[in-house]
């Protein structure tokens, strides 16, 4: 049974039984326009939609009359092992959602043996990071500069800080097009208008995090340009998104980053095989969560040509519309080794900080576990092809 408490976040994160109902907390804890930042997606938000329904459709088959007891959730990525096949997503200006930001995220993942990835775009640096969650497996992505210095120096600082794994972002040529945002007014540092004096009212605590999310924005780049000021985030944008970002880049990357490398955005078998033949060890199935090109197709249903393409030895993950347990089987089903998740941890984020997190992954894990018994398997890696079917 449950304990009573009468602390009202607990109690509405003990009442959140899955990651649509930390959803629905967030709702109600967090200002509109940073909801609808992190909920929202491109253009039409089709891409965000089919992602969702790629994992509906899937059929579950299970074989029964088998031991499941106590299910071995581990599994391994590249040489590793992590405690079951989930890793965070990067996701930038993560203290704009709660001033706990990324330190909790990558504490949350520390302790339940999980990589997290810090973006590049995010408000801690990659020193922050080490700190807070010494001993936790730390992977950063990358955007690169159009300064090869800078992009040197921060690939020096993420060796330092001990991070172990790059991932190369190629989705963000420029950045996707997020009308509800542009109907928010949303900007990054915010600018005082009506609606956002009326938040300040209505959600006081986020105010800390308002106010101080536009410093601390680029953390990592900007602590090494010096910048201590309030930058216009979007001008610095311009510099870190790079337009002509090529194979010659990523050539670049291979050469001067002496550890695990992967490709963030791979929606074709022709762009993984081309990513693995340059060097990288292996890619990220991702449509950004259908945040930058909308139309594209959802992550699960290319998942199985690129798996075929690339073969069993490069590493596969996928992300993209993972909201649940099943989820997760059903991506290691068609080929991936494990899947990455955004908002679902941004939504506990949202709701109740690091406690919200730990409480999303907590949902998550339950959901997969159970899963995994009800299938008939009694560990992460025995689950195959035959076990789902898709329409
Ligand atoms: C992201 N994502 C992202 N990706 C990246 O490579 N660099 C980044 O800075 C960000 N920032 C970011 C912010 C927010 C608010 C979201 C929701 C997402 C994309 C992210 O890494 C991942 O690909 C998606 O979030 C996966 O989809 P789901 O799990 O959110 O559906």
Known sequence: MRRPTLNPVERRLGAALSIRDLRKVAVRTTPRAVFDYVDGAADAELTARRNRAAFAAVEL????LSPVDHPDLSTRVFDREIAMPLIFAPTGYTRMMHHEGEAAVARVAARHGLPYTLSTVGTSTVEDVAAAAPGGEHWFQLYLTRNERLNAELLD??????????????????????????RNGLTIPP?????????????????????TTAPIAFASLRSMTGETDVIDAVKVADVVFEPTLNYDHLAWLRANWPHRLLV????????????????????????????QLDRTPAT????PGIREELGPDATVILDSGVTHGQDILAARALGADAVMI??????????????????AVTILREEYSRSLQLLGLKASDA?????????
Do not use: C, Q
């Not at 963030?264 to 990220?284: C, F, N, Q």
């Open 61 to 64: 088959v299970p074989e029964y």
């Open 157 to 182: 600082r993420a060796l330092a800080a001990g991070f172990t794994t790059v991932v190369l972002t190629v989705d963000t040529p420029v950045a996707g097009r997020h009308p509800k945002d542009m």
């Open 191 to 211: 600018s005082l208008t009506l609606r956002t004096l009326f938040d300040m009212a209505r959600y006081p605590s986020w105010v800390l995090n308002k106010l």
């Open 264 to 291: 963030k955005g791979v929606l074709s078998p022709r762009d993984a095989r081309r990513a693995v033949e340059t060097g990288a060890d292996g890619v990220v199935v991702s449509n950004h969560g259908g945040r």
């Open 300 to 303: 699960l249903t290319v998942l």
């Open 342 to 359: 955004g908002r679902a941890y941004l939504y506990g984020l949202m709701a109740g900080g690091e406690r919200g997190v730990e409480r």
């Open 383 to 391: 689950i195959a092809r035959h076990h789902v079917r898709m329409p």
